[in-house]
């Protein structure tokens, strides 16, 4: 879904944005922890990032990306 000749520029948002938000799932789960005092719903807690990535991805149309990919490539 990537158009040729421009892997660099995504590979380079897609690395940003990997180092940028690493630190929310280890905040999240040291928050729970803190409050709750409970390692299950520190773990539980968890399920948060699960469920919106999986929301995310299910309104990908990667057909229509592919055919973007192809029209601006």
């Keep these: 879904m990537i158009p040729k000749?421009?892997?660099a520029e995504y590979f380079s948002l897609y690395e940003i944005g990997d180092k940028g938000t690493s630190w929310f799932?280890?905040?999240l789960f040291g928050l729970?922890?803190?409050y709750t005092g409970s390692y299950r719903l520190a773990?539980?807690?968890l399920l948060v990032?699960?469920?919106a990535?999986?929301?995310v991805?299910?309104?990908v149309d990667v057909k229509a990306g592919a055919r973007d990919a192809e029209e601006a490539g």
């Design 32 to 34: 729970a922890l803190q």
């Design 57 to 59: 991805l299910r309104r």
């Design 53 to 55: 990535g999986m929301a």
């Design 43 to 45: 773990i539980l807690s």
């Design 5 to 7: 000749g421009r892997e």
């Design 25 to 27: 799932c280890p905040l």
């Design 49 to 51: 990032f699960f469920a």
